[in-house]
């Protein structure tokens, strides 16, 4: 990113469809493709599902999981090399050796989303403060809109985005917080074309990138708690390339429509990722049980029985058997009586079929 002044703004239209004169009654350029249309319409019904499927015991967990998923995607797109062990060694306090600066990226950004529940996608004042947290002893305007020109160049220097200038910031910003809450559109088109539209401007010095992401993320769980634990950011961090080419296709139209339809892909493409996960992971333990059952059973019928004659009756290796009567020791269904040599199993009697 390089500063300019508004002189070199001026010489350079960024795009003859975009003026830049506030007003309250500003609607950002797009066109909502057929593409977009459908791809609603079927993320509202995987949504559905996925609500459906996740059990609520798991929530705590994935969102702990994702969380850290989440930290390392944002980061790593900025250029932080950290992994996601390291992440999580510092969410777990444990000291790491490497750059000052993305150890405090990391914790930026732990305490960022720590605020998540807290933080009202609709209120602009929560954006500064979103920003100040994810920019913390990073740069000195921290949770405030620039004051000076911005612009990111390619690797060549040529020019790729020359922001607004900063003097529109504000009233940029306020107008896209005033349509966001107030439009009719679709919350998932919205939070699309706010995405975009929040790049475009870049109201601050730096870190608009991760708080751009985190926005669209909070926007997308007002659609529905599910985006908690399918945050933007890790979709992103899958298809960078992509997700810039969008970016430059809609600055070339004028309008975010491309950037719309590889967003919605992109949420589309995940739910459908995690719910074919959920039913590889429900085939896999099915196919647990069925094996448990089988272990359990030849213990019901013959309480002395060892792990090698467990096998011999269901087909199963010794060591799978042992693994599975550790299993079933370890949810509480079968208890060892005595030693190896003059015990017996015990049946719970939860589960004691007889």
Request: hydrophobic share 40%; with cysteine.
């Amino acid at each position: 990113m390089y500063f300019y002044n508004l002189e070199t703004f001026q010489k350079y239209r960024f795009s003859k469809h975009r003026p830049y004169f506030p007003h309250m009654n500003y609607t950002p350029p797009f066109t909502i493709s057929q593409k977009a249309i459908n791809l609603v319409a079927e993320i509202s019904a995987q949504v559905e599902h996925y609500t459906a499927s996740i059990k609520q015991s798991d929530t705590l967990l994935l969102r702990k999981v994702n969380r850290i998923k989440t930290i390392h995607s944002s980061l790593a797109i900025e250029g932080n090399t950290l992994s996601e062990s390291d992440v999580t060694d510092i969410i777990n306090g444990v000291n790491i050796v490497a750059p000052i600066r993305e150890i405090q990226e990391v914790k930026n950004a732990i305490r960022a989303y720590e605020l998540y529940e807290h933080l009202d996608p609709f209120k602009i004042d929560d954006l500064l403060l979103a920003h100040r947290t994810l920019m913390e002893a990073l740069v000195d305007d921290a949770g405030h809109f620039r004051q000076g020109g911005v612009g990111v160049f390619g690797d060549k220097g040529q020019i790729i985005h020359l922001a607004p200038p900063a003097s529109l910031v504000p009233e940029l910003m306020k107008n896209l917080f005033h349509w966001l809450k107030t439009a009719e559109d679709n919350l998932l088109i919205r939070s699309c074309v706010f995405h975009y539209e929040f790049e475009f401007i870049h109201p601050f010095s730096d870190g608009n990138g991760r708080t751009g992401r985190l926005w669209q993320s909070l926007i997308l769980g007002k659609v529905n708690s599910v985006f908690e634990h399918l945050p933007v950011e890790n979709m992103i961090y899958a298809n960078q390339q992509s997700y810039y080419e969008a970016i430059a296709e809609s600055t070339k139209q004028g309008q975010s429509g491309p950037f719309i339809d590889f967003m919605l892909s992109e949420i589309l493409t995940t739910l459908l990722k995690h719910r074919n996960d959920d039913t590889l992971q429900d085939k896999l333990q099915d196919k647990l049980q069925d094996k448990k059952s089988k272990v359990l059973a030849c213990i019901v019928h013959n309480p002395r029985i060892t792990a090698i004659e467990i096998g011999r009756m269901t087909g199963l290796g010794e060591r799978q058997v042992r693994y599975y009567l550790s299993a079933l020791k370890h949810e509480g269904s079968i208890k060892r009586i005595g030693g190896n040599k003059a015990g017996h199993w015990e049946i719970t009697s939860a589960q004691n079929p007889l």
